[in-house]
């Protein structure tokens, strides 16, 4: 946004304070019992994504994604939007419809977040994505694809893959599951990323750019 306010303004002086989110609300959230909630056992891993169902966004190279893990790792689908029946009818087409779960519209993202194991965004492109943020807020792996506003924030912190490489999103997803040092290592990575983002954070590059002028 920055690049083109110049392209069409020369010579303005400018400076970008990026949306804040409250890092506290997400890393605090009780997590939900997801096996107790959808009916599976117990030794069940979590993959989940918070987006809308819309072309950009991107669902079905993470529903591909599910045919290459073992079967006791669950897609939770979070949100609405106009794809969403197309995206239900694909995963019953790939025959794990039994393992993608569409949750829509919920008020406890949080608390679903906090019950996963890992976050994943697979968009075609994004700006300055607060469910990102908010992912990593929660201490978890995020997994994003290497696209413009994700790549470009989050290439030494969180897992990339290519966009619509279904096969490389299971390969990040499996290495994090199968590797607790290394879990650990990119939750705490992308949760110290969050922290940057913090609303108090935020808040403070605002008062500090008044005080300036």
Not at 72 to 90: A, E, R, T
Not at 107 to 118: A, H, I, M, T, Y
Not at 169 to 180: E, M, P, Q
């Amino acid at each position: 946004m920055e690049r083109a306010l110049k392209e069409h303004i020369h010579n303005i002086h400018s400076v970008v304070i990026n949306n804040g989110i409250n890092v506290s609300f997400f890393e605090k959230a009780v997590p939900i019992d997801i096996c107790k909630e959808i009916g599976v056992t117990s030794d069940c891993k979590f993959v989940a994504m918070v987006a809308r169902f819309s072309y950009m966004k991107d669902y079905k190279t993470l529903i591909r994604a599910l045919l290459r893990l073992d079967n006791n790792v669950h897609l939770l689908c979070i949100g609405d939007g106009p794809f969403l029946n197309d995206n239900k009818d694909y995963a019953h087409a790939m025959g794990i419809g039994s393992r993608v779960h569409f949750l829509g519209l919920r008020k406890d993202v949080p608390n679903l977040l906090q019950g996963s194991d890992v976050i994943v965004l697979s968009s075609e492109h994004e700006g300055f994505s607060i469910s990102m943020l908010e992912a990593m807020s929660c201490k978890k792996p995020f997994i994003g694809s290497n696209v413009p506003g994700i790549g470009d924030l989050v290439r030494d912190v969180a897992l990339l893959f290519e966009f619509q490489d279904d096969e490389g999103l299971a390969l990040c997803i499996n290495k994090v599951l199968g590797d607790k040092t290394l879990y650990q290592n990119v939750a705490e990575r992308c949760h110290s990323f969050a922290k940057q983002y913090d609303i108090n954070a935020v808040a403070q590059k605002y008062m500090c750019l008044y005080k300036s002028l």
